[in-house]
């Protein structure tokens, strides 16, 4: 079972001590994502965090080790806070609100991010490493409140660890609906392997001007990868959003254009 993975060794501390810590750790996520891929739940290649392309900018680093890659994100599962959030918008958090997972760090570096205390790449960040069971456990907690949906916020960088999350949630026999609230800096391959686990996406649209998306949040291709990754968004699933009798939101998109004051 999924409990048996621990996420919560510090790979670093393996690093500075027992190399053969670090191994354990990757051949157990190994294992977990290749049980994930046999039963077609996800085609995540096992190895992707050895070797990370998980987002357009392609590190190629070895997440399970020092070798950070853009992200300064781990492999383990490092999130900010998850919670109870009334602050999306009515169609997505309804009337009882939506359990957001907010993923530590981002694969964009905007200078004006309104969560820069948990998305700066910096090391002083709100941040902590959950175990799985932890997780689990804080998510099922909201939605036997009544809450609908559980929300993945900045999870670009956290794709393999975000479908660990929801197969272990649908595993305690829950069905809440999946939301991707993405920056839109995404790859099409990595979208088109969630097609049918993402129930709604909600893309940021930000820049249409390289200059801008380079001077602003340190990604001058963000135009070009955006619109290719909403394109795939849309592709899976169309132009209507669909509600359920309360008017909440269980599948479509909803996009999100940055507008500047002035």
Same mark, same amino acid.
């Given at each position: 079972?999924?409990? #048996?993975?621990?996420?919560?060794?510090?790979?670093? !501390?393996?690093?500075?001590?027992?190399?053969? &810590? $670090?191994?354990? /750790?990757?051949?157990?996520?190994?294992?977990?994502?290749?049980?994930?891929?046999?039963?077609?739940?996800?085609?995540?290649?096992?190895?992707?965090?050895?070797?990370?392309?998980?987002?357009?900018?392609?590190?190629?680093?070895?997440?399970?080790?020092?070798?950070?890659?853009?992200?300064?994100?781990?492999?383990?599962?490092?999130?900010?806070?998850?919670?109870?959030?009334?602050?999306?918008?009515?169609?997505?958090?309804?009337?009882?609100?939506?359990?957001?997972?907010?993923?530590?760090?981002?694969?964009?570096?905007?200078?004006?991010?309104?969560?820069?205390?948990?998305?700066?790449?910096?090391?002083?960040?709100?941040?902590? #490493?959950?175990?799985?069971?932890?997780?689990?456990? !804080?998510?099922?907690?909201?939605?036997?409140? &009544? $809450?609908?949906? /559980?929300?993945?916020?900045?999870?670009?960088?956290?794709?393999?660890?975000?479908?660990?999350?929801?197969?272990?949630?649908?595993?305690?026999?829950?069905?809440?609906?999946?939301?991707?609230?993405?920056?839109?800096?995404?790859?099409?391959?990595?979208?088109?392997?969630?097609?049918?686990?993402?129930?709604?996406?909600?893309?940021?649209?930000?820049?249409?001007?390289?200059?801008?998306?380079?001077?602003?949040?340190?990604?001058?291709?963000?135009?070009?990868?955006?619109?290719?990754?909403?394109?795939?968004?849309?592709?899976?699933?169309?132009?209507?959003?669909?509600?359920?009798?309360?008017?909440?939101?269980?599948?479509?998109?909803?996009?999100?254009?940055?507008?500047?004051?002035?």
């Amino acid at each position: 079972m999924f409990d #048996e993975v621990t996420f919560t060794i510090n790979i670093n !501390k393996y690093l500075t001590t027992e190399k053969a &810590g $670090c191994w354990l /750790v990757f051949v157990k996520l190994q294992h977990c994502l290749m049980r994930l891929s046999e039963t077609r739940f996800t085609k995540t290649d096992p190895t992707v965090l050895t070797e990370c392309t998980v987002c357009p900018h392609n590190c190629r680093s070895n997440r399970y080790s020092g070798q950070r890659g853009y992200c300064n994100a781990g492999a383990g599962f490092e999130i900010a806070s998850i919670c109870l959030h009334h602050g999306e918008e009515p169609p997505v958090g309804g009337i009882t609100g939506i359990c957001n997972v907010f993923f530590s760090r981002c694969n964009l570096q905007c200078i004006y991010c309104q969560n820069c205390q948990i998305s700066s790449n910096s090391e002083d960040i709100v941040n902590r #490493e959950w175990s799985l069971h932890e997780i689990v456990g !804080k998510i099922t907690y909201f939605l036997d409140k &009544g $809450c609908k949906a /559980v929300g993945f916020v900045s999870p670009s960088h956290m794709v393999p660890q975000m479908l660990i999350i929801i197969e272990a949630i649908k595993r305690t026999g829950r069905n809440p609906v999946i939301i991707y609230n993405t920056n839109a800096y995404e790859k099409v391959e990595v979208l088109r392997n969630l097609e049918g686990i993402i129930d709604v996406y909600i893309p940021d649209f930000k820049y249409s001007d390289p200059e801008l998306a380079g001077g602003l949040s340190d990604a001058r291709d963000y135009p070009e990868v955006a619109e290719k990754a909403i394109k795939e968004m849309f592709r899976q699933k169309g132009a209507p959003l669909i509600t359920d009798d309360d008017g909440q939101a269980i599948s479509g998109m909803i996009i999100r254009y940055l507008v500047f004051p002035g």
